[in-house]
């Protein structure tokens, strides 16, 4: 890599976008006003509820309310949901009034495109909101779960990477978004979504030979950090 | 005699008598006291020294009153005494032991064990046909009161022995064995309890404990303590080589700890971590020209590495076994003629417990040798061979049950019969730990077991317990109870690896090949990276790769250091009584004669070029060095309290516009850095001590820095696990490719965030401000020294703060926040890419 990219390396060059990972762990193309956003899992914890694990049922509300912090700080036109939107089928009916008004409000005045993911292969139609599996823009493709062999350049998420390091006795975890020139992929936003380490073997088809960056979100702060300082678990 | 041993000496059957003297023994006073207060249904707490016999004087009232039955009585009787150890060996030990009079005098009773060993097909039948005698642990016990038939198995138990209660009931075991007492007493009313313990400081602790407790007013079980047994001789190592001013090696004692096992029969040295233990046992056999026998035993180790251990003690064919903590419970290994402690010992009831594993002759005297490995150890050392002679004790308060372990038992009481919420209420009270526990945050726990306890009623479709029409909870579902079953106990490992000796193949990849040495936890493999070399099982390694969840090394050439440091200091703290008696010596000149020289000429030269405290002050120094400008202080508190002391004080520092930088601690003192002048700022009164260590830093700096620290996730963690709300890692469930858990981490923000005051961050925090901050001992500390603090205005570094400065590099300081290391990462791309 040269020196330019590796000091603007902030923001990425994907296909005809110019795309800048945010903090908080969307990706933001301000031309288009194009928020991107993916993994969301809500209605997670009720999910797992259902099967015994009663975990705190505020991942919906928390989810929702930080994603909303970020829109009333981008105001951006449209915004993608990659996929995973829903933890479930049944999510949609589980979520309380209350969470529903706030993704109500969310939408307004808003176009949303709904990608669909494993996790909800049919997600509700709102209004004011397309559903689709794919959808491709300024010459990327915005889909769900990664392909191994793409000709054209392609946003995802689907496999919620995470950057592991380790300094001075300490290790460190954290969700991050991992790119190289023609590829993307956007760290799990919901509360309570993990992630899965970049050195897992998952991720090698899609940057062979470990050629790619990590953009690591910690506190509010995006850090860039090359494969060479990543270990994993 | 006394008259209660005659008159229980004729409570002895014939049997048991001609039993005794056949071995040309007679009863002890202590044994027949047991027995005479068992048969009146007092329960019995025992305080007895190593190789008083205790454990026949434990099992006595049982085996008599058993034999008191006729055959065909006892075929019909049911499970008649629970036998409780904290250590699985220990009860399959003491089986074997009970066997040895029980076959002599020809008794017909069924003796067995039961441990997670037992098989599935055995403990089915333990719990339909129990024997006379049940030897297990405090996790078994609870599994066989969630049994549906624990009221009929339970309902003729007479005697409940707890052996080794004191190391028992200091943790959350002790918590979850406590209200498993409190359910045994109420299914058999006139349940007797014995505990067997070392000496206390606080007896009065553990006879509560024994006894269930009464509404407001205190009960307690009789108390018989047997005093006595030949003093024990202790001696601190006296070294050729200078003793360092820090490390925690002994490096240079060596030569003359293996001197030492050269001239008995069989030594224990004790060290306080599992990577001491691999050290001095390498540096020990560099010097073995003699080929003795010497092994190593810790609890990382491979199991059947171990038992082997284990075995060629008894058989006598070791001369020495270096260990960690795993043997120092009341196992008997045969004869040990001398105990080393090789670091501080850390606490003078620790101490006496380790050296009792010596000599297991009640009558004749233990021999011990305390190794200091720097010179403020050297301080400890003596101060514990003091408390030793005064026979003074320094074991911790008793516990306030905890509310995760809480939440677990009341969801094995729904898997058993059912309860209700009243009763088990009162129940629960009876158990001396919980004694105190309000009936609000009795109903908070019973609400969080039920379905999660949040303010948001979401899950009552969910609720894994269920009061039915007639007010009795019970469990909701079979996966619940499964779940409960699965997630038992108080003890949450952290994820362990397995160690592997593997070969490289041609192409240079790792491959599984050779036997399993032991575990580590993954934090260690974690900080490995491919070549590094390390201590363990005795040899230097070098990590090859990881497989699966296997550490693959292979053996390092010869002459090849290890790179990891394989030393750390104890994982004990101070006790609080050490320490007082540490700072007393510090201000009695008289007392320095008894240390080695360049320990007392150390002293002196502190007194020379700073102060010495006196007895009850602090001591604070300032001084310049480098670019940077350092506050020593010398509370002498233990290193958990120094820790949080350090992070609160650099925070003030923060503040103050002081540009701190970091901070080093150990057990004795700690040390501050900062860009300002920290002397300067004292003398012109910008910055004063008072409002530095002011109590105050106790309140919001506090909640602070503990709300986002790594310190509550632990400890958030473990309650989640022991709580039942995460399910725990059972060993094969291998990590699959996609995390299949939710991390704790993330719950713990999700609900600091959104119900802050949620019963399991209480549970949390409590467990964070005792165990990992020791926050009352700092609260101790600084109220103690308020108005007592001396201040000193050094030049350059006194004798004293170059100790603690040592710690630099061994131990993390401040200023390494997780932001900082990723930034350090993302420099480094930076710095690649340009250069």
Redesign the interface.
């Given at each position: 890599?040269?020196?330019e990219?590796?000091?603007q390396s902030a923001i990425l060059s994907i296909g005809g976008l110019r795309l800048t990972p945010d903090a908080s762990g969307v990706l933001y193309e301000s031309h288009e006003k194009l928020l991107i956003v993916s993994d969301l899992h809500l209605e997670?914890a009720?999910s797992?509820?259902?099967?015994?694990?009663?975990?705190?049922?505020?991942?919906t509300?928390?989810t929702l309310k930080r994603l909303s912090l970020v829109v009333d700080r981008l105001r951006p036109q449209t915004i993608i949901s990659l996929g995973d939107t829903w933890h479930d089928t049944h999510g949609p009916s589980r979520m309380?009034d209350d969470n529903a008004a706030i993704f109500t409000a969310l939408r307004k005045n808003m176009d949303w495109i709904f990608i669909t993911g494993n996790h909800d292969p049919d997600p509700p139609h709102f209004s004011s909101a397309r559903v689709m599996d794919e959808i491709q823009m300024g010459g990327v493709h915005f889909r769900h779960e990664p392909k191994i062999k793409i000709t054209e350049p392609e946003i995802a998420g689907h496999l919620?990477p995470a950057a592991k390091?380790?300094?001075?006795?300490?290790?460190?975890r954290?969700k991050c978004f991992i790119s190289d020139s023609t590829r993307c992929i956007l760290p799990a936003f919901g509360?309570?979504?993990?992630?899965?380490n970049v050195l897992?073997?998952?991720f090698d088809p899609l940057f062979p030979e470990q050629k790619f960056l990590t953009h690591?979100v910690?506190?509010d702060?995006l850090?860039?950090?090359?494969p060479?300082?990543l270990?994993?678990? | 005699m006394t008259r209660v041993s005659n008159v229980a000496h004729s409570m002895l059957p014939e049997i048991f008598q001609s039993w005794f003297a056949a071995r040309g023994w007679q009863p002890r006073a202590h044994q027949l006291e047991l027995l005479d207060n068992a048969s009146q249904g007092r329960s019995t707490l025992l305080v007895a020294p190593t190789g008083a016999g205790k454990t026949l004087a434990g099992f006595l009232p049982s085996l008599v009153d058993l034999s008191s039955l006729t055959p065909s009585a006892l075929k019909k009787r049911g499970l008649h005494t629970l036998y409780i150890s904290p250590l699985k060996a220990l009860a399959v030990d003491i089986a074997r032991n009970l066997e040895t009079p029980v076959s002599e005098m020809g008794l017909p009773f069924t003796i067995e064990t039961r441990t997670g060993d037992t098989p599935a097909h055995k403990r089915a039948r333990q719990a339909e046909r129990p024997p006379h005698i049940l030897l297990t642990t405090p996790e078994q016990l609870a599994l066989l009161l969630a049994h549906r038939h624990a009221s009929q198995l339970f309902a003729d138990l007479k005697t409940v022995i707890l052996d080794e209660l004191h190391a028992l009931v200091t943790s959350k075991r002790g918590d979850l064995l406590a209200l498993d007492l409190a359910r045994l007493h109420r299914l058999s009313p006139s349940l007797v309890t014995i505990g067997l313990s070392a000496t206390v400081r606080e007896p009065i602790d553990l006879q509560r404990y024994l006894v269930p407790q009464l509404k407001n007013q205190a009960h307690q079980s009789e108390l018989v303590c047997v005093t006595g047994g030949a003093q024990a001789k202790i001696g601190i190592l006296k070294s050729a080589k200078r003793l360092p001013l820090a490390g925690h090696t002994a490096l240079a004692s060596m030569p003359e700890i293996y001197k030492a096992i050269t001239a008995h029969h069989m030594t224990l040295v004790f060290v306080n971590t599992r990577m001491q233990a691999e050290f001095v046992f390498q540096e020990l056999w560099k010097l073995n020209d003699a080929s003795l026998p010497i092994a190593l035993h810790h609890g990382s180790l491979d199991v059947g590495q171990r038992r082997k251990v284990e075995a060629a003690m008894v058989s006598g064919t070791l001369r020495a076994i270096v260990c960690t903590a795993t043997l120092d419970l009341g196992i008997d290994w045969g004869d040990v003629d001398l105990v080393i402690n090789v670091g501080a010992p850390k606490g003078a009831s620790r101490l006496m417990q380790r050296i009792g594993r010596s000599n297991h002759r009640f009558d004749e005297p233990s021999q011990a040798l305390l190794v200091p490995a720097n010179r403020f150890e050297a301080l400890e050392c003596q101060a514990a061979l003091g408390a030793v002679e005064a026979a003074a004790q320094d074991t911790p308060d008793a516990r306030i049950g905890a509310l995760d372990v809480l939440a677990q038992h009341i969801l094995g009481m729904a898997c058993a019969d059912g309860f209700n919420t009243d009763e088990l209420y009162d129940e629960i009270c009876t158990a001396s730990p919980y004694a105190t526990l309000t009936r609000e945050d009795f109903d908070r726990t019973l609400d969080f077991a039920a379905?999660?306890g949040?303010s948001?009623r979401?899950?009552e479709h969910?609720a894994?317990i269920k009061q039915g029409r007639d007010g009795i909870w019970r469990i909701a579902?079979p996966?619940?109870a499964q779940?409960y079953r699965m997630n038992i106990g108080t003890i949450v490992e952290s994820t362990m690896l397995k160690v592997r000796l593997g070969r490289m193949t041609k192409a240079g990849t790792p491959q599984r090949g050779g036997r399993v040495l032991g575990e580590v936890e993954d934090?260690f493999a974690?900080?490995l990276v491919l070549g590094d070399t390390f201590i363990f099982a005795g040899e230097v390694l070098r990590f090859e790769g990881?497989i699966g969840n296997e550490v693959i090394v292979t053996r390092a050439a010869k002459g090849v250091d290890p790179k990891i440091p394989a030393y750390a200091g104890g994982k004990f703290p101070l006790s609080t009584f050490l320490a007082e008696r540490v700072r007393a010596m510090l201000a009695n000149e008289k007392e320095w004669e008894s240390l080695p020289p360049e320990v007392s000429q150390w002293l002196e030269w502190q007194k020379e070029k700073s102060v010495l405290p006196k007895k009850g002050e602090l001591l604070v120094e300032s001084f310049p060095s480098g670019d940077r400008f350092y506050l020593a202080l010398y509370p002498f508190e233990g290193r958990l309290a120094h820790q949080t002391l350090g992070v609160l004080l650099t925070k003030r520092l923060e503040r103050a516009r002081m540009k701190p930088l970091g901070f080093v601690c150990n057990d004795f003192g700690i040390c501050v850095w900062a860009l300002c002048d920290l002397g300067e700022a004292m003398r012109n009164n910008s910055l004063s001590l008072d409002d530095l260590l002011h109590e105050d830093m106790l309140g919001d700096d506090l909640e602070e820095w503990l709300s986002d620290s790594s310190i509550m996730k632990r400890a958030f963690r473990y309650c989640a696990v022991i709580s039942g709300?995460?399910?725990r890692r059972h060993p094969g469930q291998e990590?699959s490719?996609?995390?299949v858990t939710?991390?704790t981490d993330?719950?713990y923000?999700?609900?600091r965030?959104?119900?802050p005051d949620?019963i399991l961050l209480k549970a949390a925090r409590a467990d964070a401000a005792s165990g990992l901050l020791d926050l009352k001992r700092l609260g101790d500390m600084l109220k103690r020294i308020r108005g007592h603090v001396v201040f000193k205005a050094l030049e350059k570094v006194s004798p004293l703060s170059v100790a603690v400065l040592l710690e630099i590099g061994r131990e993390?300081v401040y200023g390494?926040a997780?932001?900082d290391?990723?930034?350090?990462?993302?420099r480094?791309?930076?710095e690649?890419?340009?250069g």
């Open positions: 890599m040269n020196k990219s590796a000091q997670k009720s797992l509820a259902r099967r015994g694990s009663l975990l705190p049922p505020y991942d509300l928390d309380s919620h390091l380790r300094a001075k006795g300490r290790s460190i954290r509360s309570l979504t993990g992630g899965l897992d073997k998952a690591i910690s506190s702060q850090f860039t950090v090359g060479q300082s270990v994993s678990d | 379905t999660g949040y948001l979401a899950y969910f894994k579902t996966r619940a779940h934090y974690e900080g990881l709300l995460i399910e990590k490719g996609r995390q939710v991390s993330l719950v923000d999700v609900l965030r959104h119900e949620h993390s390494e997780a932001e290391l990723l930034a350090d990462a993302e480094s791309l930076l690649e890419a340009i």
